[in-house]
């Protein structure tokens, strides 16, 4: 089974802030306890004893402890050993950068998306020959049954992609303390909203790589903007370029 966990960055009820983002990272089962284990060999070796969580604004913005003490580079030399653990791992990315004026519901339309890229690379794998089912997994203190009511509709009546035919049940929620995925899905949310809301493509230009794409082309970033036909983001480009005549 492969597991998506999802954060988000931005605030879909903010109207100062362009973009709404949703991340996530998807991790065959038996991955995961290499992961967890190795943020946990990070954590101890920068504050032994303290359970420190990873939380990439929150490192960025260094207003307490222990970011606050730590020197610049210290500080950007972690969010790059994160993303080098997902640069070094067999995660598969997705993300929505949804930009704001294009629709009232910004976690709804953005969740319907990331479903559906989720569900169709799980077609993907099950075409090659791997049956694997998927399940989606959120932080139980950041979201409320609202998303499991979507999904659970998307799974009886589709999206406007199609029914989602892949996932074994409908969303679970954790704590932050169970498991580390959500810390590294708060990564990949936050860089890719540095990278809409900010114009910083430095987090984004690390991890890449690892979202979900084929034949050149990445499915796994998804742009949902106005002025789509003019974007020249790597969501949007590969997408352009692919569809070029031969």
């Avoid at 960025?60 to 210290?74: D, I, L, T």
């Avoid at 929505?96 to 969740?111: G, I, K, N, Y």
């Avoid at 791997?130 to 009886?156: A, C, I, P, W």
């Amino acid at each position: 089974m492969y597991l998506l966990y999802v954060d988000e960055s931005g605030n879909p009820d903010a109207s100062n802030e362009q973009y709404y983002v949703l991340g996530g990272v998807a991790v065959f089962e038996r991955q995961i306890y290499w992961l967890n284990n190795e943020m946990e060999k990070l954590a101890e070796k920068l504050a032994p004893g303290t359970n420190l969580a990873f939380k990439a604004q929150q490192i960025q913005a260094h207003k307490h402890e222990p970011w606050h003490s730590m020197e610049s580079a210290q500080r950007n030399q972690t969010l790059d050993d994160l993303c080098a653990l997902l640069g070094s791992s067999n995660t598969v990315l997705f993300s929505v950068a949804l930009e704001r004026s294009t629709t009232d519901q910004p976690m709804a339309r953005a969740f319907e998306e990331l479903c559906n890229r989720f569900d169709l690379y799980l077609k993907r794998l099950y075409a090659q020959g791997h049956t694997q089912r998927g399940l989606v997994v959120f932080d139980k203190y950041r979201y409320d049954s609202r998303l499991q009511k979507m999904l659970n509709e998307y799974r009886k009546s589709g999206t406007r992609f199609g029914k989602v035919q892949n996932f074994a049940e409908v969303p679970v929620f954790t704590g932050r303390d169970a498991t580390r995925m959500l810390e590294l899905a708060d990564l990949v949310a936050y860089a890719v909203y540095r990278r809409y809301q900010r114009g910083d493509t430095r987090m984004l230009d690390r991890i890449i790589g690892r979202f979900d794409q084929e034949n050149e082309v990445i499915h796994g970033l998804v742009h949902l903007c106005a002025n789509k036909n003019e974007c020249t983001c790597p969501a949007c480009l590969t997408r352009k370029i692919s569809m070029r005549p031969a």
